[in-house]
């Protein structure tokens, strides 16, 4: 009996030793799921520049990174790995609206690091929309061997919470705010001295067509806590008809602050209404121009 008892711990102990590469993993914050299968990985996390995030809620325009640290179980030629990474996102009909073969496709040479992190950027912004669900899916495999990787997390994309929107009739899908000197969305309140800063809508609709056409009124105004006012441009586009096909593709005015002695925070605004109707809609933001 005692040799029975010895001969199972052994075979168990020779199962786990064979698997121990097999692994699934969940975050109970995040919700997302981790599997390994002759890979395995010491951590796995989210980030936004710098900054590690335990969220699923992310806002139009924010970068997040998937971050997997200390990959290992690669067949390895000398102290170069192979791997391959695959991404894919889907909406909540699950249709796939992102799809990245491998994000490693140009390191077919391999990877010489140790520890190994790799890394998956999303940008949520077109195909992705704000108010939506999305499900993203990550596959790491060794392009010499049979091991995988792979995680999958649900998300939520919303609008900039710091952007107050007022509207009657006219209808859009985003609206958000953009840097032409840092290509990025700006999401809070964060702005810089002499960047040119759009407002931009689009899916902007709702209009009352005369002949086909539309016309549209514009203002932009910008006043800081002195009250003292940087900017104020009224029915910036005068009386020209416009199709409804350019203002659903984008509509967009733009801020420049030069004085460094601007008090903040600064008040922007966007209002664009129909000269032929009743529509309106009003886009309010405080940044901090530093």
């Known amino acids: 009996m005692k040799t029975n008892y010895l001969l199972i711990i052994m075979l168990f102990l020779f199962i786990y030793s064979c698997d121990f590469r097999k692994s699934v993993n969940k975050d109970l914050i995040t919700g997302m799921t981790s599997v390994g299968n002759g890979l395995s990985c010491e951590d796995v996390y989210l980030s936004v520049g710098e900054e590690k995030i335990n969220r699923k809620t992310f806002t139009y325009g924010e970068n997040i990174v998937w971050n997997f640290d200390g990959v290992d ?84 994309v919303v609008p900039d919470k710091a952007i107050e929107i007022e509207k009657n009739i006219l209808s859009y899908n985003e609206l958000y705010l953009f840097s032409e000197e840092r290509k990025k969305v700006i999401i809070g309140d964060e702005a810089r001295l002499n960047e040119k800063i759009y407002f931009i809508i689009e899916g902007l609709e709702g209009f009352t067509e005369q002949d086909g056409k539309v016309y549209i009124g514009m203002n932009m105004k910008a006043t800081d806590a002195s009250n003292t006012v940087l900017l104020d441009e009224t029915d910036m586009l005068g009386n020209e008809a416009y199709d409804p096909a350019d203002l659903k593709s984008q509509v967009l005015g733009n801020f420049l602050f030069r004085d460094p002695a601007t008090k903040n925070p600064v008040t922007c605004e966007l209002e664009v209404w129909d000269k032929k109707g009743e529509g309106k809609l009003k886009a309010k933001v405080m940044l901090n121009i530093k």
């Open 73 to 156: 179980g690669f067949k390895k030629t000398g102290n170069f790995s192979f791997p391959g990474m695959q991404m894919t996102v889907t909406d909540s009909k699950k249709d796939t609206v992102i799809n990245y073969s491998d994000l490693y496709a140009e390191k077919d040479a391999g990877v010489d690091l140790s520890p190994l992190l790799l890394t998956s950027f999303l940008t949520m912004a077109n195909p992705i929309h704000s108010n939506n669900n999305y499900t993203i899916y990550i596959k790491i495999w060794d392009k010499k061997g049979e091991g995988t990787f792979t995680a999958t997390m649900d998300f939520e």
